[in-house]
């Protein structure tokens, strides 16, 4: 299997995306998406992130985030999908299997039009899929913050770096 896409880049802002293993749809119920919001908020916290947006879909996820200099993309996503993963198994009282698909996908962002592109993209996803008419309806997303300016589980940091 080819590696997923890689940027070189340890810190900075990033559109990320990581996927369930063979795409099988992981999270159906609230609390499932609840075990992805909260670990997502506690490893902002931890590394001193920003998430500028996120969107997770029954097997996949988005996020737009700032790592700080001294930390490291791998690091927070590698740990975010560990946890998630005891978690989620934890709550079903299950042995854990295979979740996530291997690595994660980044982009490195470097200009506002490609924030602006990746960040509609992200809120369109549950659209485009078939699961909302509005991207705010989705409530696994930062689409009503960006709406209404109501925070949610996650803090959102808007980007103001160009």
Not at 2 to 27: D, E, K
Not at 61 to 89: A, C, G, P, T
Not at 156 to 162: K, N, P, V, Y
Request: one cysteine or more; a positive charge; charged letters at 25%.
């Amino acid at each position: 299997m080819p590696l997923r896409y890689r940027s070189l880049q340890n810190h900075g802002t990033f559109f990320i995306t990581t996927s369930t293993y063979n795409h099988v749809l992981r999270f159906k119920k609230k609390e499932d998406y609840e075990i992805v919001l909260t670990n997502m908020e506690f490893y902002r916290i931890r590394d001193n992130a920003k998430v500028h947006g996120y969107v997770v879909m029954p097997n996949h996820m988005h996020l737009l985030v700032s790592i700080q200099e001294e930390k490291n993309i791998s690091f927070f996503v590698r740990d975010l999908k560990k946890r998630i993963v005891f978690e989620y198994f934890n709550s079903r009282n299950v042995k854990i299997q295979k979740f996530w698909q291997h690595r994660f996908d980044d982009l490195y962002i470097i200009s506002e039009k490609t924030f602006a592109v990746k960040l509609n993209y992200i809120h369109n996803n549950p659209v485009k899929a078939g699961l909302v008419e509005n991207p705010e309806d989705w409530e696994c997303s930062s689409a009503e913050y960006y709406k209404t300016g109501k925070q949610g589980i996650i803090k959102i940091d808007r980007l103001a770096l160009w």
